[in-house]
């Protein structure tokens, strides 16, 4: 389930507008970081013509065939394309090119996170965290903001802890296509209670929408104060890698509010996997799963002890 990322940056305050990066001159030339700078594209549900072809396009670059990925970002013309020919020339004129479409776009942290990334293979450490960090602050409800914090905490697992509901979507639902199965779940969440909000949270989350995910969790919170599953979604939506403790001081309360909750100690046990705490998540994990080792928490959580390994 977990991969490091493989970036060993230093966490850089401060947010700078991305389009300052370009007017930076004069800079003593070195030697890129070997290899090319990955592509992180994320078309979410596109199934359109181009997001496919842009997708089998990033595949190629990041699989080195550079001159065919080259070939199909030049017979499109939107924000992706032109990242993706601009990596694809790599070194050759790939900062400019990316800071230019970062003052015509100075609000995408699309942008902001590849200009990062073309800036830090170019050995501009401090620049590359500065453009994250302005990609996590632009769009925050945006895959790319989360892509971002993944470079700026290298220590910590990618992507955010996602809410593990002990319930699923009822079957007509879940039945549908992947665009269908989002707009039944958001109209569910509508009018449904606190179960159907939590799934579409969870759709959310797993779209790379951590903002409006939490404000469904908090919805559902609202809706149900008494049900451990909504107030534990809300705590776990919090979760942010600049600010673990906010979302900790939100669930770990919730052990005296609902001892025989299991979902509680399972959340407890997956957030420090993500803080690197692996001999505390053992301890709460442990605790989820003799809470019920046949459910369907149990059995996730047996799962994530096995990956953990022994102590």
Not at 226 to 252: C, T
């Amino acid at each position: 389930m977990f991969f490091l990322v493989a970036l060993a940056a230093v966490v850089a305050s401060g947010v700078v507008v991305i389009g300052v990066l370009a007017t930076r001159t004069n800079l003593p030339k070195v030697e890129p970081r070997p290899g090319t700078p990955p592509l992180a594209f994320d078309f979410g549900l596109r199934t359109d013509p181009e997001a496919r072809a842009l997708e089998h396009a990033e595949t190629l670059y990041n699989n080195r065939n550079r001159k065919q990925a080259a070939a199909i970002f030049g017979r499109f013309h939107s924000v992706e394309a032109e990242i993706g020919a601009a990596f694809a020339a790599w070194p050759a004129d790939t900062v400019r090119r990316l800071q230019t479409l970062a003052a015509e776009h100075p609000k995408s942290s699309l942008v902001a996170l590849h200009v990062g990334l073309a800036l830090y293979w170019s050995r501009r450490d401090p620049e590359a965290q500065t453009a994250w960090r302005a990609a996590e602050k632009l769009q925050p409800d945006s895959p790319y903001a989360v892509r971002a914090g993944d470079f700026l905490h290298p220590r910590l697992f990618t992507g955010l802890p996602n809410f593990v509901p002990s319930f699923e979507a009822p079957r007509r639902i879940g039945a549908l296509p992947p665009p269908q199965q989002v707009a039944a779940l958001e109209r569910a969440a509508r009018t449904g209670g606190a179960h159907a909000k939590i799934l579409y949270g969870v759709a959310l989350q797993r779209l790379g929408h951590p903002v409006s995910a939490e404000r469904e969790f908090t919805a559902a919170a609202n809706t149900s104060p008494n049900d451990p599953e909504a107030r534990v979604a809300a705590a776990v939506g919090l979760f942010d890698k600049d600010n673990p403790a906010k979302a900790f001081s939100r669930l770990g309360p919730l052990v005296r509010v609902f001892p025989n909750a299991q979902t509680v100690r399972f959340h407890l046990g997956l957030m420090l996997i993500w803080i690197a705490q692996v001999r505390q998540a053992r301890q709460e994990l442990e605790k989820a799963r003799a809470e019920g080792p046949g459910t369907p928490l149990g059995k996730q959580a047996s799962q994530l002890l096995k990956a953990l390994g022994t102590r």
